[in-house]
């Protein structure tokens, strides 16, 4: 083994379901093996839903923390002994609770491994900010990162103006998304009776049923959608969440029928290539990796215009109609629009087609291993 190879330690709790976990999953199917020596360390060993998709297993090493999420201080303790035995000179987390767990790991190992946070969310927008956290994320992101990686520009400048990090440690890399991979998984026979059996046409969404995705303003559009289209039309759910149960119950309440939910699904992509429109309901996104899965797609989009993703990756309605946060009506218009108008959907697809070349998976793991390089050398 090459003794002058970077060693990179990926960090994730947990290989799950989420966006940025796809991020990290994609970046370790594509880095360069031969520059890197690779280790991926998760903190437990269930719910690592994308694990089976690691197509390189055999060439990076595997580690497990073991230790239940909420117990911090014995997994920043565990993780502080794998940067020592391993060697590590490169840590790189992807969201701000493991940022945090590598910043008190970096303070207990006894090698000096450099740090490269990413920051998916604009963190003020949420219930979390406070001037505790942004004193933290001052210290934490500009003291002791090398390099912080913004999924956005609207996360990037988040990150500067509502915590004061230091825009030389910024740098803004989108999510990267690998083409030919979801085509090809579009390909699979859809095998769900359920999904088979709906008829007419298909508005689909793919996110965790969460609070922040804010599925009730979805439901609500579509129920408004229904009373103005005249032609047999569903939702369906993909993606599971806390919130399930009480999302099915405010369809029963409300009497919103032709809503199908899925369930979590280990390929989502041929449901969203066999629907008419991609929908995304969202208070707030870091990114939106959904969007541009979509567009690869050639699905039509309709998303909320909200903090940070949405708009960067449509093209400020371009590539996809945008409507505002919460606004049921809002939606349910730009979905019967999408529906309706074979010359809207048209261009929404064409523009799309040319922009989502940008965020493959080639380029944007490139400008990675060029944060990694930079961070490494000095």
């Not at 089976?52 to 303790?77: C, W």
């Not at 009776?193 to 969460?210: E, P, Y």
């Amino acid at each position: 083994m090459d003794s002058n190879r970077c060693k990179i330690m990926f960090f994730v709790y947990m290989l799950g379901q989420g966006g940025a976990e796809r991020v990290i999953l994609n970046i370790l199917n594509h880095i360069d093996l031969e520059k890197y020596e690779v280790h991926l360390t998760m903190g437990v060993q269930e719910g690592n839903d994308y694990l089976p998709f690691l197509n390189r297993k055999d060439k990076i090493q595997i580690h497990y923390l073991d230790v239940p999420l909420g117990q911090n201080e014995q997994a920043s303790t565990k993780l502080a002994a794998y940067i020592d035995q391993f060697a590590i000179d490169i840590l790189f987390t992807e969201a701000y609770f493991t940022n945090t767990l590598a910043y008190h790991a970096k303070r207990k190992a006894k090698r000096k491994v450099k740090l490269i946070f990413r920051e998916a969310t604009s963190r003020s927008k949420t219930a979390f900010y406070n001037w505790k956290d942004v004193i933290k994320t001052f210290i934490r992101y500009n003291f002791y990162a090398r390099k912080v990686i913004a999924i956005s520009d609207g996360v990037k400048n988040d990150l500067h103006k509502s915590y004061f990090v230091f825009n030389r440690k910024l740098v803004r890399i989108y999510n990267p998304i690998d083409i030919e991979f979801i085509k090809k998984q579009a390909l699979q026979k859809i095998t769900n009776q359920t999904f088979l059996s709906i008829k007419g046409k298909k508005i689909i969404t793919v996110a965790r049923l969460a609070p922040a995705k804010d599925q009730k303003v979805l439901l609500r559009a579509f129920q408004m959608l229904k009373e103005s289209y005249p032609h047999k039309v569903s939702l369906i759910l993909v993606g599971k969440g806390e919130l399930e149960a009480e999302l099915k119950a405010f369809c029963q309440e409300q009497q919103i029928t032709d809503v199908y939910f899925l369930g979590f699904q280990e390929n989502p992509y041929p449901f969203v290539k066999a629907s008419d429109v991609f929908v995304l309901s969202s208070k707030s996104e870091g990114f939106g990796n959904v969007l541009t899965e979509a567009m690869a797609l050639e699905t039509p989009v309709v998303s909320t215009d909200c903090m940070s993703g949405p708009r960067e990756i449509l093209k400020n309605g371009r590539c996809g109609l945008l409507v505002e946060v919460g606004n049921s009506k809002q939606l349910a218009e730009a979905l019967e629009k999408v529906l309706t108008d074979d010359d809207v959907r048209k261009k929404l697809v064409n523009n799309a087609k040319k922009e989502i070349t940008h965020y493959q998976i080639k380029n944007i793991v490139k400008q990675y291993e060029t944060v990694i390089d930079t961070v490494y050398k000095k």
